[in-house]
Nanobody, 125 residues
């Protein structure tokens, strides 16, 4: 059974960068599409970025496009999400999830079978 654990969240000032990690155990993450999601207070969960299995393709939501990078470290069985130029509206709980294909569509969230417990990111001055 695949288990995902996120880390790297915390309190960050606006304009700074943050790198979140998603560590997998029980299965190799390169066999899965990995997505990063954010749930802001009072809002629905939003897909931010995803990468296909084996790093085949990537996609980014408009909210983070141009200032974020999703990447894999195969040796560490870890997927990262780095976000630069953080904004107040980046505050939320960040989740990684493993699924069958890279998609940011809200109606495709159900194909992500495994989810981490989330890590809190607070952007505040």
């Amino acid at each position: 059974q695949l288990k995902l654990v996120e880390s790297g969240g915390g309190l960050v000032q606006p304009g700074k960068s943050l790198r979140l990690s998603c560590l997998g155990s029980g299965s190799q993450l390169d066999n899965w599409a990995i997505g990063w999601f954010r749930q802001a207070p009072g809002k629905e969960r939003e897909a931010l970025a995803c990468m296909g299995s084996g790093g085949a393709n990537t996609d980014y939501a408009d909210s983070v496009k141009g200032r974020s990078t999703i990447s894999r470290d195969y040796g560490k069985n870890t997927v990262y999400l780095e976000i630069d130029s953080l904004k107040f509206e980046d505050t939320g709980v960040y989740y990684c999830a493993a699924g069958w294909f890279c998609s940011l569509r809200p109606d495709h969230q159900g194909q992500y079978d495994y989810w981490g417990q989330g890590t809190q990111v607070t952007v505040s001055s």
